[in-house]
């Protein structure tokens, strides 16, 4: 059974930089593609960025706050969200999620199988 572990989450400084991290167990990513999403205080999730199974396909919605890159190492079995820019507005619990490959990625939640417990990040001075 396909389990996806976040990590990387903390409190951060305004300004600064987050690597979280998607590791799964019990299987492996490499035909998957992978998304990310985020849920603030009092707010509905939403994406912020996937990557197809290949790596050939991404996609960051630009949040107008934090920048957002994704990558994805299979040999790891590990998908990464890099953040910069941080902002306040960028506190939130973050998820990643998977789900049997497709020609594209998506940013919609509904199109995702699996789900990881999420990773909290706090930006605050």
């Known amino acids: 059974q396909l389990q996806l572990v976040e990590s990387g989450g903390g409190l951060v400084r305004p300004g600064g930089s987050l690597r979280l991290s998607c590791a799964a167990s019990g299987s492996t990513l490499d035909a998957l593609d992978i998304g990310w999403f985020r849920q603030a205080p009092g707010k509905e999730r939403e994406g912020v960025s996937c990557i197809d199974s290949r790596g050939s396909t991404m996609v960051s919605v630009d949040s107008g706050h934090g920048q957002f890159t994704i990558s994805r190492d299979n040999a790891e079995n590990t998908v990464y969200l890099h953040i910069d820019s941080l902002s306040a507005e960028d506190t939130a619990i973050y998820y990643c999620?998977?789900?049997?490959?497709?020609?594209?990625?998506?940013?919609?939640?509904?199109?995702?199988?699996?789900w990881g417990k999420g990773t909290k990040v706090t930006i605050s001075s």
């Open positions: 999620a998977g789900r049997p490959t497709k020609s594209l990625c998506t940013v919609k939640s509904s199109r995702y199988d699996y």
